[in-house]
């Protein structure tokens, strides 16, 4: 299926976005390990989410999802049952890595594959601390399959990540409840703290100072009851949308602006987009607010700041139809992890900008910009969600029509994408 988006005028609406996917992966993982039953509303039910349920549910788990209401009735820390099959991590990299970190503590051996997309994804960041740890598992070449020989005996460890990823840190966090004393991390740059937040709720012994997350394997987790925030790097698509139109406003409820999420506020804010946060509140312990964007004559931009960048890292391919539309050259560095995404980000954007008419240079680590209007045309996504969705919005603008080729994995994380977006007026369908 495709994607087909007209130039679409003005946008206006108040609106949702489904469950935070970054969120929802953890409540399953920490709900299952858990003493005790977990209810989470606004679970995000995309084909990601979706796989990490049922490899929990093949470990035993009963798990009973009404709409976006899961409920979860945790088997406790040692309580995970061998999966009789091996685990399909399908695209989803939250799911085999931080699976992994858990399945290395348990007394059962376990293989995780997946599609080709994440087959391709380097696993050799998790697997060198899991084996510091003394986990033992066989990989093709850093890549899945992975192979885990469980060990009920886990060190601890203390370790400086060297690279910005929380899905690493958070796969290290779920092998360290079963260490056998205090383990600390390193952060060369601060990433997404959502596993940290959600330990801490369920009385776990870990602490955060600075760039030093320190824990200790607790006795148990207690159960949790909270509210999925609105995912907001599904919103950045909406955010995007309204900035590069005319005379548009859209009003977005109960989105998170957990700080390690919202680099891209920053960055758009600094290429001169109007934006107000309004009705804050939490959700649990996560931070919630209204986000009220209008159009905006945007400038460009020079960004190399490691630390914004990893606050930012996966808001980038709407970053640079930003920058597509802003007024001059826009030049960004530090990328190098795009390539390791869904896709090799750079070169999807890249590619698709050409076709639509933007003027765009690409280096090893980063892209240059040229700001305008794309004359619109035929672009392929590479199977990679936030491609697809940010060329989509790329056609709000244009002179004329962009077809998106071959859509599918937007349903990987925003399901709704296409409804979501009809509703504030963007004329976009599905063929």
């Not at 695209?91 to 995780?112: E, H, K, P």
């Not at 630390?307 to 980038?316: R, Y």
């Amino acid at each position: 299926m495709d994607f087909h988006v007209e130039p679409s005028g003005t946008l206006n609406g108040k609106i949702s976005v489904p469950g935070d996917k970054s969120i929802s992966h953890r409540a399953i993982i920490f709900g299952a390990i858990a003493e005790g039953t977990s209810e989470f509303s606004n679970f995000l039910d995309s084909e990601d989410c979706t796989t990490t349920l049922l490899a929990f549910q093949k470990m035993g788990v009963d798990i009973n999802l009404n709409k976006t209401n899961l409920f979860i009735h945790g088997v406790g820390l040692r309580g995970l049952k061998a999966p009789k099959q091996s685990i399909d991590a399908g695209n989803s990299g939250t799911t085999v890595r931080l699976l992994a970190g858990l399945l290395g503590a348990q007394n059962f051996n376990t293989m995780i594959t997946g599609d080709d997309s994440l087959s391709r994804r380097p696993m050799s960041r998790i697997i060198e601390p899991l084996s510091i740890m003394g986990v033992h598992i066989d990989s093709s070449l850093g890549c899945l399959p992975l192979k885990i020989q469980g060990s009920a005996s886990i060190k601890n460890i203390e370790y400086k990540i060297p690279v910005a990823s929380a899905q690493v840190k958070s796969c290290i966090l779920l092998a360290s409840l079963y260490s056998r004393g205090k383990s600390n991390l390193y952060e060369l740059n601060i990433t997404r703290d959502h596993s940290e937040r959600m330990l801490q709720a369920m009385q776990c012994p870990i602490s955060v100072k600075k760039n030093c997350i320190s824990i200790e394997p607790p006795k148990l987790l207690k159960p949790l009851k909270m509210s999925i925030p609105g995912d907001f790097s599904s919103a950045v698509f909406l955010i995007a949308a309204t900035l590069i139109s005319n005379k548009s406003s859209v009003l977005i409820k109960g989105v998170g602006i957990n700080s390690t999420r919202i680099g891209f506020l920053e960055i758009a804010k600094k290429m001169g987009a109007n934006i107000k946060l309004s009705n804050q509140r939490k959700f649990g312990s996560e931070p919630v607010a209204d986000i009220l964007i209008q159009s905006s004559s945007l400038r460009s931009i020079t960004l190399d700041d490691p630390e914004l960048i990893s606050l930012s890292i996966d808001e980038f391919p709407a970053i640079f139809i930003l920058a597509a539309y802003a007024k001059g050259i826009s030049r960004f560095s530090n990328l190098a992890e795009l390539r390791l995404k869904e896709s090799d980000r750079i070169t999807s954007m890249v590619e698709g900008m050409i076709k639509i008419g933007i003027q765009v240079k690409e280096n090893s680590e980063g892209v240059v910009i040229t700001g305008g209007k794309p004359k619109g045309g035929i672009v392929n996504c590479f199977s990679d969600h936030r491609v697809a969705m940010s060329f989509a919005i790329a056609a709000i603008g244009a002179y004329d029509k962009i077809i998106v080729k071959d859509v599918e994995s937007v349903n990987t994380s925003f399901p709704r994408f296409l409804k979501t977006m009809q509703e504030i007026d963007v004329k976009i369908k599905r063929v």
